[in-house]
């Protein structure tokens, strides 16, 4: 079967169609986390008519996706492989750190707190910044940026320090709330957990959900938290405003995703391929995964 015959979609359960509402999709964020979630952990490869399929049923053309899929590859973080009619694409080796980073993120234990200063030298410092910026560093000068945890690849030009909290008191508390917009990252946690809480009560357990259904749920799960966890600076816990909601949120997640599980890795297991065949149900990487989730 070529990538011109794959089902031509499903129709979701009413429950998981309403998680769609008013949630803008862009094909290029969503394929990846199709890879984070479901690929990565069992080879890093998989046929893009389950591409296809899968992004269809949020609402991504197939027009849309080979678009994507394009630009992922000249980025350099997709290479395609075709065997026989049909195209593969596997995460590059580049791709490999950043995914097991947002991964550890995601799935693992609450992130260790390591200060760093990142000081930019020589022209045209902004892009930099902007890159920090949206990895969680907050831009204290053109020049200076300071985050939580290490800082990702950057230029030879650029210098980082190293650094340790010494006061927690209510003039550090004033600095992150000066420094970072912790109120966009509320608000985009109390969305997240309004969605899916409501989602979570509508359906209780995942028994009335057809597997694809669980798949689809787990993916926009998925989707919706990493669009935050990975630009928040999971600041210490003295540094957060009252009621901060990021913990409930991360509750919400491990609670949702074991729910979802079972029957979206059955259609993984059943319906999902490289080159060698039906990618596998689970794995020593999708397990650890789940038991970091259940010790939350």
């Not at 669980?214 to 669009?227: F, K, M, S």
């Not at 689970?282 to 650890?288: G, I, K, V």
């Amino acid at each position: 079967m070529s990538a011109d015959n794959v089902k031509s979609g499903h129709e979701l359960n009413e429950a998981v169609a309403a998680l769609l509402i008013d949630l803008p999709i862009k094909a290029a964020g969503f394929i990846v986390t199709i890879y984070g979630d479901v690929i990565e952990p069992r080879g890093g490869t998989v046929w893009i008519g389950n591409l296809i399929e899968t992004c269809r049923s949020v609402g991504i053309t197939e027009t849309l996706l080979r678009t994507a899929v394009s630009r992922l590859v000249n980025a350099g973080r997709l290479v395609g492989e075709r065997a026989g009619r049909r195209s593969y694409y596997r995460l590059a080796d580049a791709a490999q750190t950043e995914f097991a980073k947002a991964a550890a993120l995601l799935y693992g234990p609450e992130p260790t707190v390591k200060w760093q200063f990142v000081l930019i030298n020589g022209p045209a410092p902004d892009e930099i910044m902007q890159g920090l910026e949206r990895d969680g560093f907050a831009r204290l000068s053109p020049r200076m940026a300071v985050g939580t945890h290490p800082a990702p690849p950057l230029p030879d030009r650029v210098i980082i320090f190293d650094a340790q909290l010494m006061t927690e008191n209510a003039a550090f508390k004033e600095f992150a709330e000066g420094s970072w917009d912790l109120q966009r990252f509320a608000a985009a946690y109390n969305e997240f957990i309004s969605r899916f809480g409501a989602f979570s009560q509508r359906i209780e357990s995942a028994s009335s959900l057809p597997p694809f259904d669980c798949l689809i749920a787990r993916l926009l799960l998925v989707h919706q938290y990493r669009l935050i966890m990975l630009r928040e600076p999971h600041l210490p816990r003295s540094a957060l405003p009252a009621n901060w909601p990021g913990e409930d949120a991360r509750r919400l997640f491990a609670d949702l995703y074991l729910k979802l599980s079972k029957k979206a890795d059955g259609y993984v297991g059943r319906h999902f391929v490289d080159e060698a065949g039906k990618l596998q149900e689970a794995t020593p990487a999708s397990q650890r995964r789940l038991d970091h989730l259940k010790s939350r």
